[in-house]
């Protein structure tokens, strides 16, 4: 069966850093691109970052470059995103992805809130 369960959400004030992880099992993690989604209130869902399998390579949404970063642990089955220089703007639920082929496997989100 299936797990990915996103972690490391919370409050934080603009400028401050936050790292997600994304734990995943029940699967060949190795094997499937991982992405991080995130969705604010009344938005369409944006794809914020994306790594490749092998972790070479990754993609990054204008809105977050040069702020986020992402990577990958195949050993341990997880994917993080380092979010540095937050924004009110980057308040939204966060959620992960793993996509290979036609399989599309998602977590439940967490939620990051940017506020003073």
């Known amino acids: 069966q299936v797990h990915i369960v996103e972690s490391g959400g919370g409050l934080v004030q603009p400028g401050g850093s936050l790292r997600l992880s994304c734990a995943a099992s029940?699967?060949?993690?190795?094997?499937?691109?991982m992405n991080w989604v995130r969705q604010a209130p009344g938005k369409e869902r944006e794809l914020v970052a994306t790594i490749t399998s092998n972790g070479g390579s990754t993609t990054y949404a204008d809105s977050v470059k040069g702020r986020f970063t992402i990577s990958r642990d195949n050993a341990k089955n997880t994917v993080y995103l380092q979010m540095n220089k937050l924004k009110p703007e980057d308040t939204a639920v966060y959620y992960c992805n793993a996509r290979r082929n036609t399989r599309d496997y998602w977590g439940q989100g967490t939620q990051v809130t940017v506020s003073s």
């Open positions: 029940g699967f060949t993690f190795s094997m499937y691109a």
